[in-house]
């Protein structure tokens, strides 16, 4: 998506060689015409899907997965990353370790909101080495429901998450796909 690369260009910031900071846009202050235009190029990438849940984790995927939502017309649940003392809910669980900050959580999604027959479209700000991905997945199935497919604003394609995913024959759609980066530039996948 050009404008997705051209604002990466704009404003993303290269930290060492596999962390790309956005949070002037994507994850911290977010650019809600730029969310909400992601979005609706999602319906468009999966136009043939039926989709009736969007799934997602918590904290920066929320934003995206809102604006994705206003377009499939559907709800949004996300995954926690640890059981809060008002969480008494019976859960799915399956453990995730996090790139950016280097620990292991476990995420959480209550039963009352992810069963049989759910239709869900995972979505999420980035995939690296798809271990977010993974554990989303491994809670759908826990459910008895179906991944229809996976809908990323920024992949790492030199991280290989992604291209793992479609070898399993996932349909993964990126709107931006970064193959190569460094403190001099980004090279996106054509
Ligand atoms: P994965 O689980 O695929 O290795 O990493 C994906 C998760 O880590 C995403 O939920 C995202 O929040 C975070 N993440 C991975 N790489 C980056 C990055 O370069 N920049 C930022 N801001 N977040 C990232």
New binding site residues.
Partial sequence: MELLKQRILKDGIVIGK??????SFL?HCIDVSLSLEMGKEFKRLFSNCTVNKILT?EA??IGLACSTAQFFNCNVVYAKKSATRNCTDDAYTSP?????HGNDNILRVSKRYLGKGDKVLIV??????????NALTDIVKQAGAEVVGVAIAIE?GF?G?GDALRSQGIKVESLAIIDEMNEQGIRFRD
């Fill in positions: 596999d962390v790309l900071k956005v949070d994850n984790v920066s995927g995730c370790h996090s790139f950016t999420d700000d980035f995939l690296a080495n798809g271990c977010a991905v790492k991280q998450g």
